[in-house]
């Protein structure tokens, strides 16, 4: 049981910080970014070819993934998403071009970094053994996870406490209202763009020590994203972490109980969460609309 | 007029060019094509009322199942199994469809690509489906006779199965979009526009939006069954991988890049999109980038597709 | 007189909060009753109650004496009590004229297969409503921009048209929401002897509004609400004169009760 709960913590903080960004993104500027899951893989490939191949610390590694998908996530709203969204009538060709984008940087990823499966050395090595095997982690994992959720608090309280922050959710509230109090929306919304890309690419810099990283991984992980959005509410960030969490319990508890009958862990949990989508359209905490 | 012409093309000038040419590897390619074609104006219909759809995947793979299950476990000729896994895959849709069609916007793109994983999944665990090994030598279409007339041979017993399956597809292409048409022009297709632009409203005058949501939805889900069904006759086998999450982006593509506002449009989008894909074969391993950024182009600047453009706009215009 | 629409202790609470409470009043045939309020009196709530977009938490709405409240709005329309929106609520992309042939929707008399399968029914009930959308634009003064596309349409027509939608319904109450918001002193004018041009076509009108001066001159009755509570019903003489209508707007800062 207790390792069940520890599984489902440290799956629940990769889990929401990847759902972070998404909802950021999606609370800014109303749209669904298919490429999330893409923008991880190229933060666990940059950790991967910064720590691995040129033999950095760790730290800067993941450090290099944010700042470069931080750099891919602005140049994408400033002459994408921006563009089109101003341009468009429909809110449906933000999501095209998004699909369109989750293929290109899957092409990108696919020249630079090949087809392969990569991992990188143990950052730290040994098993954390608590009360007789009650609990047992390996300590790479313990560290991922304690990153995760240090990044997760440093979000919140830059959202809060920043005035970039306290922007964004203007901005995220009410756009007309955000203008009219002297936001600049261009601006914001690539700085929060950015700064989403950055959190996915935060969290695959620090999962490809434990997973590592391939290719294949972009839509399963955009997949997973939109699920965690979807339970907690799209658009907040509460409803992103609740979500975050919920999933990685839900997957953690399947994993064990359903173990018997096959691999449905994740067939189980689409099926709850169709049933509790049609009893509360809006998530968790998501607002009610009309 | 240009339906005729349309009419010529594919069932007379295309088999003859191929003739001529010998390049019989294009029936399998403009094959798929027509399928695609139908599955995504199923997909289109649901853009009609307003809802982005990203799970005919699901719909094609469950009738795919559908087909092969019957076909193989019980003895069913396939030409009964290609309505009756559509029929399953328009009352599927009915289910899921009640609760996920009060969604809206990105919620429901979300949960219908949601869905399309699902059926991967469950094509994986349920155990008539045969799990990961899928169903494979599935025979290819008898004969199918009514009153001991023979209207369709026994494929085994042509000499060109890849001319029969194109004839198949394409008649069944022209059959679902002369379908689609009539819906668009007729009051259906009106009502479908005005849930499109403003459900309250539609339902301040008196529609009942969630049957119609429904109706529509299980039509689209309808017109993928059958084509995940001809699809898994052609390749005589069917995985839980045969529809991937990718198929259903591309269904999701190919309505958006012909055009949302055309009836056509889909049709023309699969075509673009396969052709080009395949077009771009030849450059190796940028074939995706470039394809990809091809594609972000179009969009960006052709956010209403290709029959936007004022050359087609003047046979569309009175649509 | 017969009481067409009966509001019995309509009550809407959102948590705790209370928008509309306790309301009671009816709306006879063939009147123009006004309900009006400063802002946040719950005014849109109890409108969006009576035309069934939402569920009271108590109470109930009765039309022709049969309860409506609970049923879903496009029943309650069949029945004979449509809602119309402010201006933004129209078909944007289809014409003036589509916009009202596609209201005709509770006329058909063919079935969705009919109009699909193109039956002789189906033609006719087509070619019906293009005459009634024909007359009825014309009779709102949209004759001459019924081709244009509406979202293209100016704002001064958007509202004729939301009316237009409504009428095309047939109905029997009809309700307006806001239908002089915005406007200016003329256009008000014209807005008022268009309301009163579609009692005469025997539609009772039941309408929220802001605009006082509009509403002393063209209700029947009138129904004021303050922070969710009836505060005063009558005709517009008695409500002019009454203290606590006074009170709720003088006491709201509010510059708009115009009297």
């Not at chain 1, 520890?6 to 903080?13: F, Q």
């Not at chain 1, 050395?121 to 240090?150: C, E, H, R, S, W």
């Not at chain 3, 933004?88 to 042939?101: E, G, H, L, P, Y």
């Not at chain 3, 004759?143 to 293209?152: D, I, L, S, W």
């Amino acid at each position: 049981m207790e390792q069940i709960i520890a599984n489902g913590l440290y799956l629940g903080a990769q889990y929401a910080l990847i759902a972070l960004g998404l909802t950021l993104i999606f609370a800014l500027m109303n749209v669904l970014n298919f490429a999330h899951g893409q923008m991880y893989v190229i933060g666990g490939f940059v950790t991967y070819t910064v720590y691995a191949q040129l033999g950095l610390p760790f730290v800067v590694g993941v450090a290099a993934s944010g700042v470069t998908l931080a750099i891919i996530g602005a140049l994408v709203q400033k002459f994408l998403f921006g563009p089109v969204i101003r341009k468009s009538v429909r809110e449906e060709s933000t999501m095209l071009l998004a699909a369109g984008l989750a293929f290109l940087l899957d092409a990108v990823v696919l020249l630079l970094f090949g087809e392969k499966q990569r991992g990188v050395p143990k950052i730290v090595n040994g098993i954390f053994n608590y009360n007789d095997y009650t609990i047992v982690m390996p300590y790479d994992k313990i560290l991922v996870g304690v990153l995760a959720i240090l990044a997760i608090a440093a979000f919140i309280l830059y959202m809060q406490y920043s005035k970039t922050g306290r922007a964004m959710r203007a901005l995220a509230q009410d756009k007309v209202a955000a203008q009219l109090m002297g936001v600049d929306v261009d601006r914001y919304s690539i700085i929060g763009f950015a700064l989403g890309a950055m959190l996915a690419g935060v969290v695959g810099g620090l999962l490809v020590t434990v997973t590592g990283i391939n290719l294949g991984m972009g839509g399963p992980t955009s997949i997973k994203a939109f699920m965690m959005v979807m339970i907690g509410g799209a658009g907040v960030i509460s409803g992103a972490i609740a979500g975050g969490f919920i999933l990685g319990m839900l997957e953690s508890v399947g994993l064990t109980v359903l173990a018997a009958y096959g691999d449905i862990t994740y067939l189980v949990i689409f099926a709850s969460l169709m049933v509790f989508l049609a009893i509360r359209p809006q998530g968790l905490m998501g607002k009610p609309w009309g | 007029m240009a339906v005729g012409a349309f009419l010529l093309t594919v069932f007379a000038v295309v088999p003859w060019l191929i003739h001529v040419s010998g390049r019989w590897d294009f029936y399998y390619t403009l094959t798929s094509v027509a399928l695609l074609s139908i599955a995504s104006g199923g997909v289109w219909l649901t853009f009609y009322i307003g809802r982005i759809n990203i799970g005919q995947g699901a719909f094609a793979l469950a009738g795919g199942y559908v087909s092969a299950i019957l076909v193989t476990k019980y003895g069913f000729s396939f030409w009964v199994t290609i309505p009756l896994s559509g029929l399953f895959c328009a009352l599927l849709a009915v289910l899921i469809g009640l609760p996920i069609l009060r969604l809206r916007g990105v919620y429901f793109a979300m949960i219908t690509l949601v869905l399309t994983e699902v059926a991967r999944l469950a094509a994986l665990a349920l155990p008539i489906t045969n799990g990961a090994r899928g169903i494979s030598s599935i025979p290819l279409p008898g004969e199918l006779s009514i009153f001991g007339l023979t209207i369709i041979p026994d494929f085994s017993t042509i000499g060109n199965v890849k001319l029969a399956f194109y004839y198949l597809a394409t008649v069944l292409m022209v059959v679902s979009f002369a379908g689609l048409y009539r819906l668009v022009n007729s009051r259906v297709g009106h009502l479908c526009r005005s849930l499109q632009q403003n459900e309250e409203l539609a339902s301040s005058i008196g529609v009942n939006i969630a049957y119609l949501r429904v109706i529509a939805f299980a039509i689209s889900s309808f017109l993928g069954g059958i084509s995940g069904a001809i699809f898994v006759a052609i390749s005589r086998s069917i995985y839980p991988a045969s529809f991937p999450v990718k198929d259903s982006v591309d269904f999701m593509l190919n309505c958006f890049l012909g055009g949302l506002g055309y009836v056509f449009g889909p049709m023309l989008g699969t075509l673009m999109i396969y052709f080009g894909w395949d077009l771009l074969f030849t450059t190796g391993r940028f074939q995706l980038l470039i394809y990809s950024a091809i594609l972000i182009m179009l969009i960006v600047t052709l956010p209403n597709g290709i029959l936007s453009l004022p050359l087609f706009n003047k046979r569309e215009a009175d649509k | 007189m017969t009481a067409l629409l009966e509001i019995n202790g309509l009550t809407k609470k959102f948590g705790g909060l209370t928008a509309v409470g306790d309301a009671s009043f009816k709306v006879n045939d063939k009147e123009i009753l006004s309900v009006i309020g400063p802002n946040g009196a719950g005014k849109s709530t109890l409108f969006k109650l009576i035309s069934s977009f939402l569920r009271p938490t108590h109470g109930e709405v009765r039309f022709n004496g049969e309860r409506i409240s609970g049923l879903a709005p496009h029943i309650v329309a069949r029945k004979g009590v449509v809602r119309t929106f402010q201006e933004t609520t129209i078909f944007k992309d289809m014409t003036a004229r589509q916009n009202v042939v596609v209201a005709h929707h509770l006329q058909s008399k063919a079935s969705l297969l009919g109009h699909y399968a193109g039956t002789l029914t189906a033609r006719r009930d087509e070619i019906d409503f293009h005459e009634s959308a024909a007359e009825i634009l014309e009779y709102l003064g949209l004759g001459h921009v019924q081709n244009e596309v509406a979202r293209n349409l100016p704002h001064g027509y958007l509202r004729a048209l939301g009316i237009a939608i409504g009428l095309a319904a047939k109905p029997q109450v009809l309700l307006l929401d806001e239908p002089f918001a915005g406007m200016n002193h003329d256009e008000t004018m014209k807005a008022v002897e268009m309301v009163r041009g579609v009692r005469d076509r025997g539609i009772t009108i039941l309408l929220v509004e802001h605009d006082m001066k509009a509403v002393m001159k063209i209700s029947d009755r009138i129904v004021v609400l303050n922070f969710g509570q009836m505060i005063a019903e009558g005709t517009p003489a008695e409500i002019q004169s009454n203290e606590r209508v006074i009170e709720a707007y003088l006491g709201r800062e509010d510059q708009e009760i115009g009297i």
